[in-house]
């Protein structure tokens, strides 16, 4: 009875810490609570059975002196070593014991941050998703989509020379660069405009033509690279959806993680994992069952290291993220006419610049890596504190 309700009350916490969680804005101070909370409990563990212990080995201490002393009687002392048998017996299984519930404690603190990271990479697909089609990117560099250019190459052909002059084909007259030669062309070879005229037509549309002759290419460049990073980050989803697979596989729980998340499905986890828990508490203290405890906590130990494995790809994957959004911030602000045409560079544009910048601060809060070096890796990996 007392093995059952120590189960409900670790799940209890667990899943109640996950509502509780749900309330702080940063994905990483939930992590960063998880750890810490993860360090105090393998704490408070040790500490249990290290009292545990010490009874027990002092009583190993008293019972072999009694041994030693020549006035004990046989039939005494046969007592003495049934007696510390049984007290080895106990170390063994306090042993077992502590190295399971260290190891529970990892598997449900290991559960709840696949839960979180989930929530981020999931908002992470959105912001890409966001960034990539933002009001269409690539007509931000295009000035065949400015009213003004166009309104010029419609004034060229109708008033350029029908003998001299010549009209683009479709496709390059919707290529950017054979677009602006061809009209900026028509337009002081055409007899049939004045100089002033050609110079008023030139003034209007100069800071369009310089914006995207300049930034065509940047924009460009983010507009893939930015789509690259969405497909690398379906791959981490991917990569931990088939890790909840894998975590979830000893308990016998096999709803998939998106399915789970969508019908809040974290009860039947509960449940499962909470027979499990019975089943290998009734082994470690059968010691005929012995074999078949260690391979039980073999099988949460294996997850909880292909999590960490998770997390070295998903730190890898927000560093490359991080890295191509401050290129994106030095791309975006590189163009030297801003302030000179800030009346005919898009909004889009600057739109796009605050959207950067703000995913630059997510990167560096929201998105950043995990933080499992050094005391948290050993917490996580070996299940000992730093002052071990």
């Known amino acids: 009875m007392a093995v059952l309700v120590k189960h409900i009350v670790l799940l209890v916490i667990m899943f109640a810490s996950v509502h509780l969680y749900a309330n702080i804005n940063d994905p990483n101070e939930e992590i960063t609570i998880l750890l810490e909370e993860l360090g105090s409990q393998l704490e408070e563990i040790q500490g249990v059975y290290e009292v545990k212990n010490i009874i027990l080995q002092?009583?190993?201490?008293?019972?072999?002196?009694?041994?030693?002393?020549?006035?004990?009687?046989?039939?005494y002392k046969v007592a003495i070593l049934i007696e510390k048998d049984h007290i080895q017996s106990e170390l063994k299984t306090n042993a077992l014991s502590e190295s399971s519930d260290i190891s529970k404690i990892r598997y449900l603190k290991g559960l709840q941050i696949i839960k979180i990271l989930y929530e981020k990479t999931l908002t992470l697909d959105h912001h890409f998703s966001s960034v990539a089609t933002f009001n269409e990117m690539n007509n931000l560099s295009n000035p065949n989509r400015y009213p003004e250019f166009v309104?010029?190459?419609?004034?060229?052909?109708?008033?350029?020379?029908?003998?001299?002059?010549?009209?683009?084909?479709?496709?390059?007259g919707n290529n950017i660069y054979t677009s602006v030669v061809h009209t900026v062309v028509s337009l002081f070879s055409n007899s049939n405009v004045s100089k002033t005229e050609k110079e008023a037509?030139?003034?209007?549309?100069?800071?369009?033509?310089?914006?995207?002759?300049?930034m065509h290419n940047d924009l460009n460049t983010i507009f893939f690279e930015t789509s690259f990073l969405q497909k690398s980050n379906d791959n981490v989803i991917k990569e931990?959806?088939?890790?909840?697979?894998?975590?979830?596989?000893?308990?016998?729980?096999?709803?998939?993680?998106?399915e789970c998340r969508n019908s809040d499905d974290?009860?039947?986890?509960?449940?499962?994992?909470?027979?499990?828990?019975?089943?290998?508490?009734?082994?470690?203290?059968?010691?005929?069952?012995r074999y078949r405890a260690h391979k039980m906590q073999i099988n949460l130990e294996f997850p909880i290291d292909r999590l960490l494995q998770f997390i070295t790809i998903y730190?890898?994957?927000?560093?490359?993220?991080?890295?191509?959004?401050?290129?994106?911030?030095?791309?975006?602000?590189?163009?030297?006419?801003?302030?000179?045409?800030?009346?005919?560079?898009?909004?889009?544009?600057?739109?796009?610049?605050?959207?950067?910048?703000?995913?630059?601060?997510?990167?560096?809060?929201?998105?950043?890596?995990?933080?499992?070096n050094g005391s948290k890796m050993k917490q996580i990996l070996y299940g000992i504190n730093e002052f071990d």
């Not at 002092?58 to 046989?74: A, F, G, H, W």
């Open 58 to 75: 002092e009583r190993l201490i008293s019972l072999s002196k009694s041994l030693q002393n020549e006035n004990t009687t046989t039939d």
């Open 201 to 214: 037509s030139l003034k209007e549309v100069e800071c369009i033509l310089d914006f995207t002759l300049r």
């Open 266 to 289: 974290w009860d039947e986890v509960r449940e499962n994992l909470k027979k499990y828990l019975n089943e290998l508490d009734k082994a470690i203290k059968d010691e005929s069952q």
């Open 315 to 372: 730190n890898g994957h927000i560093d490359q993220g991080g890295k191509f959004y401050e290129k994106f911030g030095i791309m975006l602000n590189s163009y030297e006419n801003e302030q000179q045409c800030a009346t005919k560079i898009p909004a889009e544009y600057k739109k796009l610049k605050e959207s950067i910048a703000i995913s630059i601060e997510k990167f560096n809060t929201a998105y950043k890596p995990v933080e499992i």
């Open 151 to 172: 309104k010029m190459k419609d004034d060229m052909t109708s008033k350029q020379d029908k003998r001299e002059g010549f009209n683009l084909t479709n496709i390059l």
């Open 240 to 258: 931990l959806e088939q890790l909840f697979v894998d975590y979830t596989k000893p308990i016998k729980y096999k709803t998939p993680l998106k």
